[in-house]
């Protein structure tokens, strides 16, 4: 969603990219735009890595295991490549002469938190291996700021909306297709926690608007990506997409219980800081982008709740299949005459 609006704004763009889900594709066209298909991993230790990066204005580092179900799978893999290779890449950009570095960072870091909303000083209390891998490499690429290295920080609300690359495995997204399909808004919680959100297109325009802006409005900054109007409990996503969905009700699996991770979260500061940042997006428009785009494409419950669109499941497949190791890395496939 990103790499077409940086195009449309006459940025260059380069991709550095291992395309795990290649496969995974729900609808529309992936930006045709060079890439480096390589895990980011394997690139930080390439003897000639700092010579690619030359030339680059910025780098939008978003390569890493996406979210909890992943970063559960082997917790040191998630630290190898959230936080190691992270701070790698950043050390070599800088080194490069990369004047700009923006992170993909997540409200995760907050974890386990009260009722009251967090703003970029609050607590990080992360809770699961995901969660701590983000706090580790903030931390680890903020010691490489300096007067020609310039990180920002920004810590996304959980993501939902129509994209090629739909995920099944996010809040929103997940209890649309279960309505859209079964009737049920299936809730395997018991609904309590609250969660910020925010829509991918919102998300994609954060990032423009920070390397887009002046250094001194970005140097070292955190921003909380959102908008603080679009804090929810499970639960009333639950109720916007009962009442968006015709037929649907509420319906609750038979193991639905609390979930530590319970954050609200405050994104006035991004809102003043950076003028550019007009997030477009609410829930309800979200849901209702969704149930459109669920109803015309025919979905069903064994296509969402299957491999194609969970990220952990996709994995586990692949690694079945043997196309992918168990480090994540490709395996090479040889055909026999």
């Known amino acids: 969603m990103l790499a077409p609006r940086l195009l449309e704004r006459a940025h260059e763009v380069v991709g550095l990219d291992s395309d795990l889900f290649a496969e995974c594709t729900f609808s529309g066209a992936i930006p045709n735009i060079a890439s480096i298909g390589q895990d980011v991993r394997s690139f930080v230790l390439e003897p000639d ?3 690619r990066l030359r030339g680059f204005d910025a780098v939008i580092h978003l390569a890493g295991l996406s979210n909890d179900p992943l970063g559960d799978y082997r917790p040191g893999l998630t630290q190898e490549i959230n936080t190691g290779a992270s701070v790698d890449l950043a050390r070599l950009a800088k080194a490069a002469g ?12 907050y974890g386990a938190s009260d009722d009251n909303f967090i703003t970029e000083d609050g607590a990080l209390n992360p809770v699961t291996p995901y969660g ?3 706090v580790e490499s903030e931390k680890g690429i903020l010691a490489l700021a300096d007067e020609t290295f310039s990180p920002t920080f920004l810590r996304a609300s959980t993501a939902y909306g129509l994209s ?5 495995d996010l809040v929103v997204n997940n209890l649309t297709a279960w309505a859209t399909t079964t009737g049920d808004v299936h809730l395997k919680s018991d609904g309590s926690p609250w969660r910020p959100i925010v829509h991918v297109e919102d998300i994609a325009l954060a990032y423009i608007a920070s390397v887009e802006a002046p250094r001194e409005d970005v140097h070292c900054e955190v921003f909380n990506v959102g908008q603080t109007s679009e804090n929810y409990q499970i639960r009333e ?3 916007i997409v009962r009442d968006v969905v015709p037929g649907s009700k509420i319906a609750f699996a038979d193991d639905a219980s609390p979930d530590l991770r319970n954050y609200r979260v405050d994104c006035n500061y991004i809102a003043r800081r950076l003028h550019a940042f007009k997030p477009q997006w609410t829930c309800r428009r979200g849901v209702e982008q969704l149930f459109a785009a669920f109803t015309s494409s025919g979905l069903n419950v064994e296509q969402f709740e299957g491999p194609r669109f969970k990220r ?7 690694i079945r ?3 992918l190791n168990e480090d994540l890395f490709p395996v090479q496939q040889f055909a026999v005459a």
């Open 237 to 239: 996503i639950a109720e």
């Open 164 to 168: 090629p690359r739909l995920r099944f």
């Open 312 to 318: 952990i499941a996709h994995i586990q497949q692949r």
């Open 132 to 134: 701590v891998s983000k």
């Open 98 to 109: 990369v004047s700009r570095f923006v992170y993909a960072s997540s409200c995760s870091n």
């Open 49 to 51: 890595a700092i010579d």
């Open 321 to 323: 299949e043997g196309s």
